[in-house]
């Protein structure tokens, strides 16, 4: 449980506020380049961080993000020209390069000194890991981009996906550090292999190791032969996991909040050595793996709350735990309908909830720590964040130990 303050403290995150300066301390990913496929292509509206933002890809193909609303009188630039290497506001004709410098007045007299007075607030943009990244914080505290395992691979080795789920960031991420759910909530009967051993002990035991990305938690379950199963799951700051998967391919989310009661999840599934199959990729665009089914030209998933999610009771009599098709789907089910902030003041958190007590009790710290003038450290050490997970079958009963015999495949990749 938390009170209801840190509550608050932990999933409000505009302008202002605490948790919103920790994400702003952040490269955050928010984009597909999809969505800007070319130079002068029409800008597109988004929300960040509770911030009305549009972004543009300008003449000379660099990307701009934007404050919505025009500094003039305010009118939305979503609905600019975006022309000559510059976004123009069709109310009055202002217009604003990518670093937001007003660069044509056409309204005000030639001999005007007003406009270098006038500036649109804009965000840095960086483009990499096949996403577009913007950093909100203080220009003079630019942070590194995080050199997650993803990122580093080639297009061709990763399929990103991305959709809009109507709840605050830290619930999502909750789920996404919460292994015991794996064993019901994603249970398929007619699962064999690592998911059998999984679903045969469902009650892990959670240890967490705090680590400079953030922490390392590993569930472990009682295995064949008096051995472990062991599944070593990363959590990097702000808002970035791995899944542990008992085999190729390597997945991972990232939650990144729209405002305080909607969030954008990416899903990326991604391979060290062997190009994505187009199999996976047509999974993707079908809603099959990866991400749930979505309606054409948006990220808006068909299935929600208003259609319970299109739950099936004979399939859940007979296929699955749920009756729920796809595995995210059953993720947006649950924490959407805790409601678009859970309120944690009501939970009795187990055992099983190790993680998630350490995930809130982190980011609480980190957020209190940098409202008293403490500069995170993660930022600005890039490397910090190439880590990978573990899923292995191991006599060894201690996180640390077992964490230091396997750190080649794991953690030592810096
Ligand atoms: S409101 Fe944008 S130019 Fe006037
Ligand atoms: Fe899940």
Redesign the pocket.
Known sequence: VLSQADNELLCRVGPETPMGALFRRFWLPALMPSELPEADCPPVRMRLLGEDLVAFRDTTGAVGVVAENCPHRGASLFFGRNEEVGLRCVYHGWKFDTSGTCVDMPNEPPESNFKPKVRVTAYRTAEWGGLIWVYMGPGELEPELPRLDWCLVSDTHRQLGKWISHSNFAQGLE?NIDSS??SF??RDFGDGGARGLMNQDGAPQLTVKETDFGFVYGARRNGPDGQFYWRLTPFMLPSFTLVPNPSWPRTGHCVIPVDDEHSIWFSVTYSLDEPIPQSIRDDYAAGLRGQPRLKPGTFEPIATAANDYLIDRQIQKDKNFTGIIN?RE??MAIVETMGPILNRTIEHVGTADLAIIAYRRLLLRLARSLQDGRELYAPYHGDIFRVRTLDVVDAEPQLGTLMEAHKDKFLSLV
């Open positions: 789920g759910h794996v909530l994603h595995v059953q993720d």
